[in-house]
């Protein structure tokens, strides 16, 4: 079935280092979201891509969604504490609205 | 606009009792997606719900579980003779079924003794 995979699924960083999780669906996705999960929290959205090869920018984050429409990664420029947290990506399964969700890269960063 | 908000946050049951997870989509929204997650996992998909409507439940357990989205109220989501195994988060998220983004409530953390 349809499976989406994100590596890697644990980070460690200094603060200031920058950070990059990437994320591979089995199957051609018409978009691709974020979210991102604090600490005992809840996931939230943080974007979605669109169209092949868009990249999309939130200050330090960077989005891209591959030209194949089958990848996707997320990179931070210069971490900071309060990028601690999961990383998630997901896709559309199937026809319903409905996502396929990654495990999630778990980010820690040392002050 | 309030969020999507879900009670209660914390639940105890005792193995056997019946747990009952209600969620309040966000205002404008009619559909409702019901997730679990277990201590340092990922998101594991349980059912999609419209109003009145099961649109996706190939998530969820054959047994002891069931979910409801009436035309008034809360969706619920009951899960009926409980075991330790059942004790995890359980988030639900909604949109207006247009777009796919979701957005979360905070999530019930069910514990079972």
């Known amino acids: 079935g349809q499976q989406v995979m994100q590596i890697p699924q644990y980070q460690h960083v200094q603060e200031g280092e920058d950070f990059t999780t990437y994320c591979n669906s089995s199957t051609t996705l018409s978009n691709i979201q974020w979210y991102k999960q604090r600490p005992g929290g809840h996931p939230v959205f943080l974007i979605q891509l669109v169209k092949s090869g868009e990249v999309k920018k939130q200050k330090r984050l960077t989005f891209q969604f591959g030209e194949a ?29 409905k996502l396929i969700w990654g495990l999630g890269t778990s980010l820690a960063v040392n002050p | 606009n309030a969020g999507v908000m879900q009670n209660p946050r914390h639940l105890v049951r005792r193995r056997g009792q019946e747990a009952r997870l209600r969620c309040s989509p966000m205002k404008g929204h009619s559909h409702v997606y019901w997730y679990r997650q277990l201590p340092e996992e990922g998101l594991k998909f349980m059912v999609y719900l419209q109003k009145e409507n099961i649109i996706d439940e190939s998530g969820m357990p054959k047994e002891r579980f069931s979910a409801e989205f009436p035309k008034e109220g809360p969706s619920i989501l009951r899960i009926q003779q409980v075991v330790r195994g059942d004790s995890a988060a359980y988030f639900c998220a909604s949109n207006h079924g247009q777009t796919y983004e979701q957005y979360f409530g905070p999530g019930t953390r069910l514990t079972v003794t």
Do not use: E, M, W
């Open chain 1, 69 to 97: 429409k089958k990848n996707s990664s997320l990179h931070i420029t210069a971490t900071q504490t309060t990028d601690v947290g999961t990383y998630f990506c997901a896709g559309p399964a199937g026809n319903n609205r």
